[in-house]
């Protein structure tokens, strides 16, 4: 008995460090780095430029939402960026009224969500039915919508966006630009779902460990598919923002958003093994990414530079969490 | 004029524990020159904690191991390597893509050559196996090959380095045939003859009559005693291997057994055939085997866990299908599994999670889990099943084994199950777990519990069933019931003697 007690007391201890590195530490980072902009970045600490901030993340944050979902059930969607450009194409393509055939915009958004629930399906499918690494499976369905995306578009810009729907990504509600709602409602009902129902616990489980998950009675294939799905409708929402706030739509509007929201969530700590990461772990993500960005261009610092900082970022945050992981398991091995 | 004979390996004192349990327990051990030497003892005896120490793999917390005289208190795989020891353990360690001869002498391929001869290899490898009687082409890929041809493979391997003077053979013969049985003691009689020490680890007790020298038998992590072959009787070797003292005590049957829950019918796939049994209310059937013969995949098949080829399935005299697991916990059939850590708990996440999660829907209002249930649940649970933890917030992961095989089993029991599959319900646990485990087992079966047990632990298999079916390479062999039973016959039918 004593052996037991005295070889559990550790992992305890050092399992709790952990936790609450991965918990806090990138809050007080997001924290520094606010104040460190807001001493050196002129007009950085300013309600407008909290404003700018918020919606500079919204787009690239509801991608970073479905993107969450997808790493809580232990794979990846590589997709993201494309599903935006092609829900952002179709849906001009379908409203304009310069190129397209102006559908009623509420019908076109049905129809885009539809489709892209379809592409949902298609990832979930490959990655459930044939075992494929997810990475592929949403490569491949990446490749293939650019070149659905060019042939909807001719590769020129589909302008003629209504000003009615234009509302949707460059309105306001009070003070708040219409994005930022979007966004703070996909927030709260994906945070929501998490943390209250049924099918948070479901995702978490499927992510944790899909054989005990499948051993406890649930659907983890259905699981799987869902989370597809809920991400590729959460890309249709940003194409729909993206393609309004622009008015128009471009075959290239959403590349390397994946790269993005995958920076977004695992900077915020979404372990990339599934099944761990909270709704807080994807804003803090999406918010220093977003203040990164914004403060480094409020301090003149080029695009190219930012490119570089986030590919170092991303390749930090990952290996972080890889390494924690391995490590802690490694201090498992050696401790039996 | 009798010689003291040469020792190419000892073993003194050597301890090892892990969390909750001690694997070797001032074990010691000697091993002669040019002798084959048997291993015997049930699972988790210490059998392969001893060889991966001997090769390295391990380092023990104290004791030494001498090799040819020279001492280690920890010893490194290469030392041990440099030193002639060579393992042949259960699980290949091979590159199934290339092809055999590469297998075999892929470690000397580093060194001054940058391209590997594979003309040389090829030749060498030939000559190899018809050193060992064995019909294979060296160029064969591994893939290929039937399980019993992989472990001739490993064993060439082995004795292909001229350094060998040591070889640990872990149950060599459980993958072979009959015939391939008959071409590995030809080698290893011709391995013995060149002086090379052997340790041999079998299940199949003809098989160290046939070609061992001397044996020791081994039981929680000691050496009990080590004897001549020829001097010794199987009726000897079994009582030593299961002859422990009772320290769990049994909670007898205080209920009568019920009508018939849950009964299978010619159940077919996942490598076993054509399996009937059933099993009453109140009644702990439990399976006997080997390990891999089949009983975890049938009782896989009852949940739902693999396909299920052919076979039928009733519930209290009724038809089920069971497609899924899902399938068999919504009609009460619920499975505790073998390995806990894979399978039976989500280490990640949190007792509370880990308790609720086959009920969730049940517990939920429109999609939202209603908190109150869920807490109610965990606390009733880990309360009723003693669970050790500060608080149902704790991470299964941080649990002890004993604890962690709680909380699995207060996920089948949530679920209201009638019919309880326990798969080693009490492997790698400490000792006081383990009896509290039993307890519950007999509190749920006077409740009315069928319980189906997989055990590889001879003690509690016969203190614990009112039956017990045993299984034999994929197939039922027999079935005792209680006044029948006996160690020794339950160990000649699955060996199946």
Redesign the interface.
């Known amino acids: 008995m004593s052996v037991k007690e005295n070889t559990l007391e550790k992992p305890v201890g050092t399992m709790d460090a952990g936790a609450f590195f991965k918990k806090y530490m990138m809050l007080i980072i997001l924290v520094a780095m606010s104040i460190f902009f807001s001493i050196f970045g002129p007009n950085f600490f300013s309600w407008d430029n909290a404003v700018t901030v918020c919606r500079q993340v919204s787009i690239i944050g509801i991608c970073a939402a479905g993107m969450m979902f997808a790493l809580l059930v232990g794979h990846i969607d590589l997709s993201i960026g494309t599903t935006v450009s092609f829900s952002a194409v179709l849906f001009a393509k379908l409203i304009s009224t310069k190129e397209g055939i102006e559908m009623n915009p509420f019908l076109a958004i049905v129809i885009v969500l539809l489709i892209c629930a379809g592409f949902g399906v298609i990832k979930g499918l490959l990655v459930v039915e044939t075992n494929m690494p997810a990475l592929i499976a949403t490569l491949a369905v990446s490749t293939a919508l650019e070149g659905v995306n060019l042939l909807v578009t001719d590769a020129k810009p589909i302008s003629g966006i209504p000003d009615g729907i234009a509302w949707l990504g460059q309105g306001y509600i009070g003070p708040i630009p219409m994005p930022v709602v979007i966004f703070a409602l996909i927030i709260l009902v994906a945070g929501f779902i998490l943390g209250f129902t049924y099918i948070g616990r479901y995702i978490y489980a499927t992510g944790s460990n899909t054989e005990a998950a499948r051993l406890a009675g649930l659907n983890v294939k259905f699981v799987k598919v869902a989370a597809y799905i809920v991400c590729s409708c959460l890309c249709a929402v940003a194409g729909f923002v993206l393609a309004t706030r622009l008015r128009s739509g471009t075959a290239t509007t959403g590349t390397q958003y994946q790269t993005k929201a995958l920076t977004a969530c695992t900077v915020g700590g979404i372990s990339m093994a599934g099944g761990e990461g909270t709704i807080y772990n994807l804003l803090v993500g999406i918010f220093i990414i977003g203040i990164l960005t914004n403060g480094m261009t409020i301090m003149g610092i080029s695009d190219y530079w930012q490119s570089i900082a986030q590919g170092v970022i991303l390749a930090f945050s990952v290996g972080v969490d890889c390494y924690q992981r391995t490590h802690v398991k490694t201090t498992l091995r050696t401790a039996k | 004029m009798y010689m003291e004979p040469e020792i190419s390996l000892s073993c003194k004192e050597l301890v090892k524990?892990?969390?909750?349990v001690?694997a070797m327990d001032h074990l010691s051990f000697e091993l002669r020159k040019g002798e084959v030497h048997a291993l015997l003892g049930e699972n988790g005896a210490g059998k392969s904690t001893l060889i991966k120490s001997i090769a390295g793999v391990h380092t023990c917390d104290s004791g030494t191991i001498t090799i040819f005289g020279q001492e280690f208190t920890s010893i490194t795989p290469r030392q041990a390597k440099e030193l002639g020891v060579e393992v042949v353990y259960q699980e290949f360690n091979q590159m199934p893509s290339l092809s055999v001869a590469e297998n075999i002498f892929l470690t000397e391929i580093r060194g001054k050559r940058i391209l590997a001869d594979q003309k040389d290899f090829q030749r060498r490898a030939a000559a190899l196996f018809q050193e060992m009687h064995l019909d294979l082409d060296p160029k064969t890929k591994v893939k290929d090959l039937t399980n019993g041809y992989k472990q001739m493979v490993e064993i060439a391997k082995a004795i292909s380095k001229p350094t060998t003077k040591i070889l640990v053979l872990d149950e060599p013969t459980a993958p072979l045939t009959v015939d391939e049985v008959d071409i590995l003691f030809k080698i290893v009689w011709d391995l013995k003859a060149r002086g090379i020490s052997i340790i041999f680890i079998s299940h199949r007790m003809p098989e160290i009559f046939e070609i061992c020298d001397r044996v020791t038998v081994m039981r929680d992590g000691k050496s009990i005693k080590t004897l001549d072959v020829a001097g010794t009787t199987r009726e000897e070797l079994v009582s030593l291997m299961v002859g422990r003292e009772l320290t769990e005590n049994y909670p007898p049957r205080e209920t009568p057994i019920g009508e018939t829950v849950l009964e299978a019918r010619g159940l077919c796939g996942n490598g076993v055939e054509d399996i009937s049994f059933h099993v009453g209310k109140g009644e702990i059937l439990g399976f006997a085997g080997l390990v891999g013969t089949g009983r975890t995949e049938t009782l896989r098949l009852v949940?739902g866990?693999d396909k299920m080829e052919k076979g039928e399935l009733y519930l209290h005299g009724e038809k089920i299908s069971v497609h899924?697991?899902?399938d068999?916990?919504?009609k009460g059939i619920a499975?505790l599994?073998e390995d806990r850590k894979?399978?039976?708990?989500?280490?990640?996440?949190t007792l509370k999670?880990n308790i609720?999660?086959?009920v969730?829907?049940q517990i939920?209002a429109a999609?939202?889990?209603n908190r109150k249930k869920e807490n109610g649940n965990a606390t009733e649970y880990i309360q009723r099943l003693r669970v050790r933890t500060p608080s149902m917030y704790q991470?299964a992961?941080?649990?002890?084994g004993?604890n962690q095989q709680k909380v699995a089993l207060a996920?089948s029991l949530v679920?209201n199950a009638k019919v309880l599959i326990m798969d080693e319900p009490t492997r790698g646990i400490?000792v006081?777990a383990k009896q509290e485990i039993y307890d519950l087992m007999r509190e749920l079966s006077a409740a009315g519990m069928a319980i189906i047990m997989i055990s590889s632990e001879m003690d509690e298999l016969l203190g614990m069933s009112d039956r017990v079916m045993i299984m034999s390479e994929g197939r039922l062999a027999g079935e005792l019931s209680r006044e029948e039973f006996d160690q020794e016959r339950i160990l000649d039918i699955a060996s199946g003697k």
């Open positions: 524990t892990y969390p909750g001690v949940y866990a899924s697991p899902k068999a916990l919504s499975l599994p894979l399978q039976g708990v989500l280490l990640k996440m999670a609720n999660i086959s969730l829907k939920s999609t939202v889990v991470l992961g941080n649990l002890s004993g996920k679920a400490d006081g």
